[in-house]
């Protein structure tokens, strides 16, 4: 079994930044990539960036060009970066990990972490 747990999140002001880390315990070896989603109130749960153990990195649509995933397969921990910040990016934002980066590009993953609620004020 795998474990995430994502850190990091919280109250940031519109324009500003906030980095998310999602550490992975357990069956390492389980998993080839790890990804973050996030879900706001009333919306449906969209990928926000995916890497695999290669660092080649897939972006939903969502904060492109505005996040930096990256990964240290040393620590089994994936951070996501974002910037530019609004309060449309108030979310929970959750940690997946996945046998494929395809499979996240489809929405998915095969394990998940209990998620960090990031609040961006106006």
């Known amino acids: 079994h795998v474990q995430l747990v994502e850190s990091g999140g919280g109250l940031v002001q519109a324009g500003g930044s906030l980095i998310v880390s999602c550490a992975a315990s357990?069956?390492?070896?389980?998993?080839?990539?790890m990804g973050w989603f996030r879900q706001a109130p009333g919306k449906e749960r969209e990928l926000v960036a995916a890497?695999?153990?290669?660092?080649?990195?897939v972006y939903g649509d969502s904060l492109k060009g505005r996040s930096t995933i990256s990964r240290d397969n040393t620590k089994n921990t994936a951070y996501l970066l974002m910037n530019s910040l609004n309060p449309e990016d108030t979310a929970v934002y959750y940690c997946?990990?996945?046998?494929?980066?395809?499979?996240?590009?489809?929405?998915?993953?095969?394990?998940w972490g209990q998620g960090t609620q990031v609040t961006v004020s106006s």
């Open positions: 997946a990990a996945d046998s494929a980066i395809s499979t996240m590009l489809k929405g998915s993953g095969k394990y």
């Open positions: 357990g069956r390492t070896s389980d998993f080839d990539s």
């Open positions: 890497i695999n153990w290669k660092n080649i990195t």
